[in-house]
């Protein structure tokens, strides 16, 4: 009776046995473990998938729709995205942007793709002109950096340093 009476030693309260914040196993699962339960399915199934194979495509050929699902799922997976079937005229360089787009945009009014595809299209036309401008810019900063590197060398191909005289009034 005595000792219901004393307090409760310090400590973390009942319902939270863990610091705020802190995991009680920070290093969380193991990779590649699996659950209990899928364990203990795939020991109950070992060795009888083919037959269970067997069985689903009997039925589905008997008729069970349930049974059509599952095997029409499993050999037809559902599809993700669908072909488009549209031409896009080549992109060779900056000018041949508002061709490409404007090919993208006859097509999403016709009805040949919906608004999406026109989307994703329209950002792999915008790719393209992010490549063609880098590429460009490439181009002209070598052809600036070579072109100053010329005119710093002097006619013997040694650089040259001439004071330049000049006068701000």
């Not at 400590?11 to 364990?39: D, I, M, V």
């Not at 992109?91 to 945009?105: G, L, Y």
Request: hydrophobic content about 45%.
């Amino acid at each position: 009776m005595a000792d219901q009476l004393l307090p409760k030693p310090p400590g973390l309260p009942r319902g939270r046995p863990f610091e705020k914040g802190r995991s009680g196993n920070p290093g969380g699962r193991r990779a590649g473990s699996r659950n209990k339960a899928t364990l203990a399915a795939a020991a109950l199934l070992e060795g009888e998938a083919e037959a269970l194979t067997r069985r689903a495509v009997e039925l589905a050929l008997g008729g069970d729709p349930t049974a059509m699902l599952l095997c029409v799922e499993r050999i037809l997976p559902p599809c993700r995205e669908r072909t488009v079937n549209f031409s896009l005229p080549a992109i060779e360089s900056a000018a041949d942007i508002a061709a490409a787009m404007k090919a993208v945009t006859a097509a999403l009014a016709g009805g040949a793709i919906t608004p999406g595809e026109a989307e994703r299209i329209a950002a792999v036309v915008d790719t393209f002109v992010r490549a063609i401008e880098t590429s460009d810019f490439e181009r002209r900063l070598k052809l600036a950096e070579d072109s100053l590197a010329r005119n710093a060398l002097g006619p013997a191909g040694v650089a040259s340093i001439q004071p330049r005289v000049g006068f701000n009034f």
